[in-house]
Structures are given as C-alpha cells and as structure tokens.
C-alpha cells in the first residue's frame, strides 16, 4: 500500500547552534555554560568542544544549500543566546541578529519555513552568578533574551521553539551533572526545571507582544515508559518514571498544572515541600501559551520497580528491554511503534494541539566508502520505519503536521564528543567538508513525493 502524507506536511532536518556554529569568538559573542563545562578535564568525551564543530556560523550559505539541495520545506536551528546578550542581561549585541536575520532571510527566499529555538541548552555563563537555571532570575533573563529577538526577527518567523528539552537541562544538567552546567543536585534540578518552564510562559508572552501570528512550543524529549514485567509494581513504576519524564511537563504547558503524584514523589525524594519553587500563580504563567508540541522521540524507557536509596532517588529503574533488539551504534533500542503510540497518546490526552516531530533519528558511525559515499542503511531504515509509524498515527486522527529529523549535519553531540553521528549529511571535521548520505538522498525524495518507498531503495546521486 502506497503511504502517501497530508499535502503541506513540513519535512525537515534540524540543528542546534553549539553543536554546528564554532567561531565562539565572533561578533561579540559571550561565553556560554558549555565553552566553560567542555573546558573541564574530562568532561566530553575525546575532550573535543564546540569551537570548530561544523564551522557553520561561517559556512551557512553552504549550510541553506544542503536543506534546499535536499528539497526540505523546514529547518530547525537555533539562535545562540550568548551570541545575543553575551553578559546574560542588558546589552545587546545586533552583530548576532544581523547574523541570524541574514540567514533566516536567505531560508525564506528559498521558499524554507524557519523553526527558531531560543535555547538549546547555552545559557551564558554570566547567569551562573545566580545558579543559572537554577536560580529565578533566569526567567527574566530569558524573557529579555526572547524579546531581543523577537524584536527583530518576528516579522518573518512563525514557528518558535521556546525550550529545547527541559527534562534533560534538569536531569543532566543540574541532577546528575553531565551535561553543563554540571550540577548534581536533586534540589537544584527541580528548581531549573520549573524555571525553564517559566522562561517558556515569559518568552511566549514577549514573542505574541511582537509577532502576534507566532506558534510558539517546547520541544520536549519524551520517552514512553514500559513495565518490564505485568506485575503491579511494575505497572506502578513505569506510571511514575512517565512522570518524572513526560507529564511533569507536558501538563503544565497544556495548563494542567504539575502532577499531584510526581509532586509526590520529589516531595519524599527530597524531604520536604515544593512551595517555595512553584510559588502562587506560576502554573498560570506556564500554561496556556503553546500553541503546538514538539516530540523529541528516539527511544523508549523500561521500567521495573526498585527500592529508593541513596543513589536511586525514586522507586524505579530502567531496565534492558527482553529478548533480543535492534539498537544504534549508541545502544539505543529501536522501537517506531512506540512514537506512534506516543502520537495517538498525546492527541487523546493534550486534544486538539497540533504535534511535530521535532528531532527523531539514530547514532550509525558510518563513513565514507570507496566511491566517496556513505552507505548509511541502518540509518535509511530507521528513517522509513519511523516515518511509517507518523503516518500510521495521522491515520488514526493525530495531528502531526511536520517531521524534523535529527540531524541535518554530523555535529558536536555535548558530552559524547564527536563520536556519535546523527547527521543526514556527514561531516570531516578537519577539513568541514559535507558528503550528503544515502539516508540524505532517499530523504530528499520523501520530501520531493510526499510518499514512502515500499522498500528500502536503490540510491541515485546527490546533486
């Protein structure tokens, strides 16, 4: 059966500043949490940073050419902060918007609809004087950040991601202290979890003052969570990592409020009440300022039910999944029934808000051959089963209105380094030369047809 899209289904790829810019010390640019936390011995892996990455705060001409080669109607990137307000408040530095302005400009002449995020994970690291996220002010700082560039770039964006994945600042950021700005601190991550979602309600507000045609939206990274058994606690386990994961933000931004039992569970984890981070009125200011959500998907979580303790601060675990998987190179299960599964549930629960994909995609290492190619199949495959399972929910009444996969190019993947590779496009750091993969080119013509091969197919040349 032929698997056919909606016509003006945004197809697209997506990036983040950090990870493909460099040029740290360009137009004025400050210095965000991630230049200082990849400087600390050991942090990353391979000990790379984000200085060089894809060069593309110099290269994005080429970089517009790969997305309009590709024939992608969308792309997702985001707008350094530190490039804006280097000291984190007041001044404001225009060579960054300049800079931005032009390349969302050349996108719209290209007939390419922009996807702006405001903040893929690089704060400046000025507001750490008052513990980033972590501290209040942050919300301010990120209101006044988002109204710069609103100010600015307004008139010709309509889709804004305001926060890309708030679980993941809190949980790797400020809890376990991977991710800059390296905190490990339960407390400090609830407070930067809250807060991130603030910033979301202030910079939605400023965004609507400019541009009152937005869409604005959190891209969320959302993982559906398993019993690994049918026992109860099990059960009882995967509903309170679904929780921790995705409700305690997915229902706030949907005006919900926060969930009474992960409220819960952070209350016991921590010893004591919530009240002084979510204070009166704060759920007011999250909810009711999302126009769409972006799914973030690329795996699933397993949960079995284990006795909280020291280094386990909630009654759960993951666990491996049973029988024998299909995995990334990253050892990440791949499972596309589950991000149809997690479609449909976010129609029935959140209905009537329109969902895109905002990153989907997978780790596959692999190079070029010797004709020059790369012969990423693995990642060809998972592309076309994923895509199966967006449409199979569109079918069953979701309303997904774009795919962005992850990533358009191989770029600097945080605390793995350069090691893992996303990209539709690879990359040579040394050299910065892009070589489209044959994931690229069956992409290309899925966004040219609108249509899903039956099969795996034989690949033309690029160009």
């Known amino acids: 059966m032929t698997v056919t899209f909606p016509p003006g289904f945004l197809w697209g790829a997506a990036t983040s500043a950090y ?50 080669g590709l024939g992608l109607r969308a792309y997702r990137f985001s707008v350094a902060w530190s490039r804006v307000v280097p000291e984190g408040r007041g001044r404001v530095e225009t060579r ?30 000025a507001l750490m004087a008052d513990g980033g996220w972590a501290g209040r002010s942050s ?23 305001t926060q890309n994945e708030p679980w993941i600042i809190a949980l790797l950021g400020y809890q376990l202290g991977l991710h800059a700005p390296g905190v490990a601190d ?8 809250h807060h991130v979602l603030l910033g979301h309600g202030a910079a939605a507000d400023a965004i609507r003052a400019h541009a009152p045609g937005a869409r604005t939206g959190c891209a969320l990274s959302l993982f559906p969570c398993d ?32 969930p009474e039992d992960t409220r819960a569970h952070y209350e016991r984890a ?8 979510i204070r009166p009125g704060d759920e007011d200011r999250i909810g009711g300022r999302q126009d769409w959500i ?50 449909l549930r976010l129609h029935r629960d959140y209905p009537g808000t329109p969902l895109m994909i905002t990153e989907n995609g997978g780790v596959f290492g692999d190079a070029p051959t010797h004709d020059g190619r790369v012969h990423d199949v693995r990642r060809t495959d998972l592309l076309l089963g994923h895509l199966r399972a967006v449409h ?20 600097f993947e945080w605390s793995l380094g350069y090691r893992p590779r996303f990209g539709l496009v690879h990359v040579d750091y040394a050299t910065g030369r892009r070589t489209v993969k044959d994931s690229g080119r069956v992409y290309a013509e899925i966004a040219r047809t609108g249509t899903l091969p039956d099969a795996l197919p034989a690949i033309a040349p690029f160009g």
Do not use: K
């Open 19 to 68: 990870q493909v810019e460099g040029s740290p010390d360009a137009d004025g640019r400050g210095r965000s949490v991630w230049d200082e936390f990849a400087a600390r011995p050991g942090a990353v892996e391979g000990g790379g940073d984000g200085s060089r990455a894809c060069d593309s705060y110099r290269r994005w001409r080429e970089d517009v050419d790969l997305v309009t």
């Open 96 to 125: 960054g918007l300049d800079h931005y302005e032009r390349f969302i400009d050349a996108l719209l002449d290209r007939g390419v609809e922009p996807v702006l995020t405001l903040n893929h994970w690089d704060m400046p690291q």
């Open 139 to 161: 919300v301010d700082a990120f209101a006044e950040y988002a109204d710069a560039v609103a100010g600015r770039l307004g008139d010709r964006v309509t889709w804004w991601v």
């Open 186 to 193: 339960l407390g400090a991550a609830v407070a930067a979890g």
């Open 227 to 258: 019993p690994a058994t049918g026992s109860a606690e099990d059960a009882a386990a995967a509903r309170g990592s679904d929780g921790y994961v995705n409700r305690w933000y997915l229902d706030p931004l949907a005006g919900l409020g926060y």
């Open 270 to 277: 921590l010893g004591r009440s919530l009240d002084d981070v």
């Open 294 to 343: 972006g799914v973030n998907y690329y795996t699933r979580r397993v949960m079995a039910a284990a006795p909280a303790g020291p280094d386990r601060p909630f009654p759960w675990q993951v666990v491996p999944p049973a029988g024998d998987v299909r995995r990334t190179d990253e050892g990440w299960e791949i499972v596309p029934d589950a991000l149809r599964d997690l479609l």
């Open 392 to 411: 199979e929910a569109i079918e069953a009444g979701a309303p997904v209105v774009g795919y962005l996969h992850w990533s358009l190019l191989d770029n």
